[in-house]
Structure formats: C-alpha cells, structure tokens
C-alpha cells in the first residue's frame, strides 16, 4: 500500500480539527473542508464534560479514559489556552432506590480502575460549601474529570494546520467524490474540486449522508440537545470540583453546570432522550431558575445565549472509527462523546491514515460493522 501524503478532512468540528492537526503533525499536507465556519455545530454546543463515568461497556470506558488522560498532553501540542480545567466531578442520588443503582455503578467503576468514591453528607459540603444537597442518600466524587472549550480547541488545532500550509476552506460543503477504481481521486465542494489521496469524513451529524455517497449506510439517530450560557458569574462556581450533576433519581429538570474560564456558567438540562432546552428562552430561564436549587450563587444569572444541535449519535452509541474496506482512502470518523475522545481519535487516525497500520484499541469500532 502506498501511504498518503495529502488528506482533505471535511468537518472542522473538534473530532476533524484534531485529526487534521495530528496529520500535519505527522508532516502530512491537510486541507480541511467545512460547510459553515468551524466549531459552530455540535463542538460548540457541547457541554464538553472530559469523562469516562456515564460511559458502557467496559471497552468503550477504556476508550474515554485513556483519551483523557490525554488531554493534557494535547494541551502542551497545541501551545495555546484551549480553556481546559480539571477538578472532578460530583453528583448524588435523592432517594434509597436510586442510591442502591448509585453505589452499584460506583462499585463497577472502582473495579474498572476509575478514580471514584463514595463520601459523605460533610466531606461533600466541605469540599463544595456553596451546593445545596438537600438530603443525599450517597454522594459520589471523582478527581479526574474536567472540561474544556471547543471552539478554542478548533482555533488551536487549525492556526497549526495553516501554520504547515494546510488550506481551511470554509463556508464550502462537499456534495460528491470523484473515484479512480476503488479510489478517491478528486473531492468535490459547492465551489470546487480538489485532488487528494485520502479523505477524512469527520462530518458529525452529516457523516452518515456523505458515507452513503461511497455506497455505506448507517443513521445519525435523533438526539437533540441544547446548553444555556449565562452572563458571567464574577465569583468561582465550585470550590474545587469541575462539574456538578443533580441526581438521577427525581423527577423533573436535570441540570449539569459548570464554570467556564471566563466566569460564564453553562448549564445542560434533560437527558440524552429528550433535552428540556431547545431554542426557547423561557426554558433557558426555567434551567436557570432550577440550578439555583442547587447552587444559590447562580440566583441572579441571566441568559447569555441558548445553543442546540444534534448530536453525532451512532446507531449503536459507539464511535465509528475507520477505513472504509470498499473505498480504503475514506476514512470515517463519527461519534458521540467526541470532546473527550478528540485526543485519542486525532493521535490514532491520523497514525492509521499515515502508516496503513489497523490498531487493535480501534478495531471494536470499525465502520463495516453497520455494513454486513
Ligand atoms: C448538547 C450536547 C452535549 C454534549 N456533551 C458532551 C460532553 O459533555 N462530553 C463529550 O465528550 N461530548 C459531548 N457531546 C458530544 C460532542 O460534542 C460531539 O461528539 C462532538 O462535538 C462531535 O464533534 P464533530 O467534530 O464530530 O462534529 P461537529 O462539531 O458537528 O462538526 C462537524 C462539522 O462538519 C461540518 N460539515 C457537515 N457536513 C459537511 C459537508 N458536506 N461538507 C463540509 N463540512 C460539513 C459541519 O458544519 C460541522 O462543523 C455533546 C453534544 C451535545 C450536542
């Protein structure tokens, strides 16, 4: 096989950004190609919690976690404020039923070698005086996990890429391929046609669309979801922890809240099922008025901004990661979870795409799986 040396990325969400940034690593020559501007779809609306907790089987947490221990080092690649804190997380359950699933999950998790631990009513006050717990039935805390700004981490990814002479063509969408054989030669965009020898299809929501272009078929299943930004809180929002997360086990609002770096507070409501936000200020407010239940210092925020989109959400909820076996220089990549995963999908595609190499870490996740 020959290796490729020229890699046209469509989408330039964090998952293409951080693939076309670790393939001009490489000493590649990458062009990226995006429809709008960057980082304005599900990267930015992203709540963007680095996490491996909520994550099934465990294979996939393995995944998510390496990818975060990740991101620390992809953080010293950059050599830019990419908006990263760390701190953990911490939630709790409200009632015995739920505290019983509560303290099972955080069993497996121990004995998945994540940093969990159950503690108590006063060392969960003590480490964060300004959340009302009400009356927890357990509290869980981990340390590893953190947040961080896309956008800033696509602005990052892509100054290197143009600083290696990569072209970032936006407001341009791809509507076809132009083959050699089983190959693509030629992509080609509302404006344009550009040659290459391998393409990155890292599209979010619109990869399954641009898959079915070279004849594969899998769905982007619904999975709407918003972010509230409020004004900016001028106090710090936790003492120490990252993010926070209301308990599972009541009924009504979820809420998600964290702290960005410059003091802004976003919140993230409902579930993967249905999100309680969407573009409606009046439920925007209602996000706010409910995560001051929680945390009394967001009493008197105000809404900033209302973000939606859909998620990139596969069929079965696992990444898909790979070479397409009938067009091997299309490389897909599409997922959910993509901000945790972007260090670890943009280090090991762009070592797949570089060498020809099928690592084992990713072989779980293969796009052929949707295409037997
Ligand atoms: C509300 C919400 C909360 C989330 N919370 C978390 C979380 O806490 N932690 C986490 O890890 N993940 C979270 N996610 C998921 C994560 O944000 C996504 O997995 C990730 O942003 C996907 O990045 P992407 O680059 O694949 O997609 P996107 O950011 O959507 O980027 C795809 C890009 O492709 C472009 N494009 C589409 N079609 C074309 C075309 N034909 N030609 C050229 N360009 C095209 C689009 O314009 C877009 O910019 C959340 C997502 C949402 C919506």
């Known amino acids: 096989m020959t290796h490729p040396k020229h890699t046209i990325v469509i989408g330039g969400g964090i998952v293409g950004a951080s693939i ?3 393939l001009a690593k490489s000493g590649m020559q990458v062009d990226v190609i995006e429809s709008q501007q960057p980082a304005q779809q599900a990267s930015k609306v992203s709540y963007a919690w680095i996490n491996a907790r909520d994550k099934h089987p465990f294979g996939y947490h393995e995944l998510n976690r390496r990818s975060q221990d990740m991101w620390r080092r992809f953080e010293d690649d950059l050599q830019t404020d990419i908006g990263l804190v760390w701190g953990g997380e911490m939630r709790w359950s409200a009632t015995e039923t739920g505290a019983m699933q509560f303290r099972s999950r955080i069993t497996e998790l121990q004995e998945w070698g994540y940093s969990i631990r159950e503690i108590s009513l006063e060392e969960a006050t003590e480490l ?12 869980s805390y981990t340390d590893s996990d953190g947040h961080v700004d896309p956008e800033k981490v696509v602005d990052g990814c892509l ?8 072209l970032i063509h936006t407001n341009e969408s791809v509507t076809n391929f132009i083959k050699d054989r089983n190959s693509i030669s030629h992509v080609v965009t509302t404006k344009d046609t550009y040659p290459c020898d391998s393409v990155v299809i890292a599209a979010g929501t619109e990869t399954p669309k641009i898959a079915e272009m070279l004849g594969y078929k899998f769905q982007n299943i619904h999975s709407p979801g918003a972010t509230v930004i ?13 993010a926070m997360h209301s308990p599972r086990d009541l009924e009504g609002v979820l809420i998600n809240s964290r702290q960005l770096t410059d003091g802004r507070v976003m919140i993230h409501g409902g579930t993967h099922s249905g999100s309680i936000a969407d573009k409606s200020i009046e439920d925007a407010e209602m996000l706010i008025q409910e995560t001051a239940k929680y945390l009394p210092s967001t009493r008197d925020l105000r809404v900033q901004e209302v973000r939606s989109a859909l998620r990139p959400m596969p069929p079965d909820g696992l990444p898909v990661l790979g070479r397409l076996v009938s067009t091997p220089n299309a490389y897909i990549s599409y997922t959910h979870s993509g901000v945790t995963l972007a260090p670890l999908i943009g280090e090991i595609a762009a070592l797949e795409i ?3 190499v099928e690592t084992e870490i990713l072989a779980p996740y293969r796009p052929e799986r949707f295409n037997r």
């Open 230 to 242: 409020t004004n900016i809180l001028t106090e710090p929002l936790f003492n120490s922890i990252a």
């Open 20 to 22: 076309a940034f670790h």
């Open 354 to 356: 570089k060498t020809g």
């Open 159 to 166: 100054s290197s890429v143009r600083q290696t002479g990569g």
């Open 128 to 139: 964060e005086p300004g959340i009302c717990f009400g009356n927890p039935t357990s509290v």
